[in-house]
């Protein structure tokens, strides 16, 4: 499984430095000037007008700040990556680099920004409280001020709801497309992807599966979602979305049941209730596929997988990413009769359970 390794400290041999200690201290820095021009919607503006100055820009966000702070805010851009630019200060013209392009102009299908969106506008302050929910134990989010449960709230309210399944789509794209290409589709006919949000990882199975039959599983708020998006890509022929709840339902029965960043939200009885439900719905020879930043069986190389984690914590209280010898042991504890594992992309792994 592909891993994201975060800093090293000094080698053996060489001084002390405190170079990654404040790079990670500083890190939110770093996060804020990304968040701060996804939110402004920066990109998807330099999208249509390219080569903008900073005058311009200044201009069109009625951004109040010195001439100095906004070219420091621009070249910070620059400098991660995010922006090219030609000239320099005044006579700078700025516009987006490839990545940026594809991922962060709104206007486009490839539109990751959905979860910075989200990062921005919920996570960044509940981050705050982490240190809250170590000694409490407890939910850091909305519920902390008496408001209802994250996911009791977000189907509540149709505007969160589309937000939140946009930040979803946008994290778990890239996965989904790596998913429908790498795993061998060829032995099944029927695919269910339970919790399946907005559909699009049954589209993607569907779009490079062109033998396969997929259903989107999902609370009833989000059907219609999911119904758009499946017009969108014009595969209502082989793609459907149907209505559930899937700890109180059966699971629609599946040659390949899947679910996406779905196990991690919850405490390990429910994670293996969930395993269950999904083996009793599948055939023999049968695949179950959890999609998410699965941590390496060392605890060493995927940061990432344990900071989602500690997100889990901040969001649900008794939810947690896992590794593969966890999923394993849970699988087997079921009853499906082996495992293995696909490297998607950055942190991202499918991790599969056979029956």
Sequence with gaps: MENQTTLSPSTPGTPPSPASI????????????????VNLELFTHLARQKGQSAQEIKTLFQLKCTDRHLYDFLDSLVGFGFLNREGL?????????LDTDTFLDKAKPSYIGGMLEMLDNRLYGFWGNLQDGLETGHAQNEVKNGDAPVFEALYNDPVRL???VNAMTGMQ???????????????????????GSAGVLSLMVARHQPHMTCTTLDLPPVEPIAQGTIEQYQLSDRVKAVSGDFFKDDFPP????????????WDEDHKI???QKAYDALPAGGAFIAIEAVIDDERKQNVFGMM???????????????????????????GFKSTSAISLTGPSSAVIAYK
Excluded: P
Excluded at 174 to 195: E, H, P
């Design 22 to 37: 404040m790079q990670i201290g500083t890190g939110f820095w770093a996060s804020k000037v990304l968040l701060t021009a």
């Design 173 to 195: 794209i890239g996965n989904f497309m790596a998913l429908a290409q790498a795993f061998d589709f060829s032995k099944y006919k029927t695919f269910l992807d339970a919790g």
């Design 162 to 164: 589309k937000g939140f």
């Design 254 to 265: 599946a040659d390949v049941i899947s679910m996406g960043n779905i196990l991690h939200d």
């Design 273 to 275: 209730q969930l395993l």
């Design 308 to 334: 989602m984690s500690l997100n889990m914590l901040i969001e649900t209280g008794n939810g947690f990413d896992y590794t593969f010898s966890d999923f394993n042991r849970w699988a087997t504890q079921v």
């Design 89 to 97: 200060l005044a006579t700078a013209r700025y516009s987006n680099s």
